[in-house]
């Protein structure tokens, strides 16, 4: 478990903007888990946090000249 808090602890100071950050190290009876935000499954939301298009999202701009 000590070893699960510092690991935790470092994770929660690591900030990239492809990571999805760790917010808190908690114990459920004697299951640890990491509380860390929701990620649209599509990526549609984290794309858009990181302002990176896909190269879909881009040929797609590009064919209708935006």
Known sequence: M????REAEAL???RHPV???VLDAR???D???LV???????????RA???VATRREV???LALGL
């Open 2 to 5: 000590a070893r699960f808090r």
């Open 12 to 14: 929660s100071r690591v």
């Open 19 to 21: 990571i999805v950050p």
């Open 27 to 29: 114990l459920e009876g």
């Open 31 to 33: 299951r640890p888990y």
């Open 36 to 46: 860390m935000p929701y990620v649209d499954r599509s990526g549609t939301a984290l």
């Open 49 to 51: 946090l990181r302002g």
């Open 59 to 61: 040929r797609r701009a």
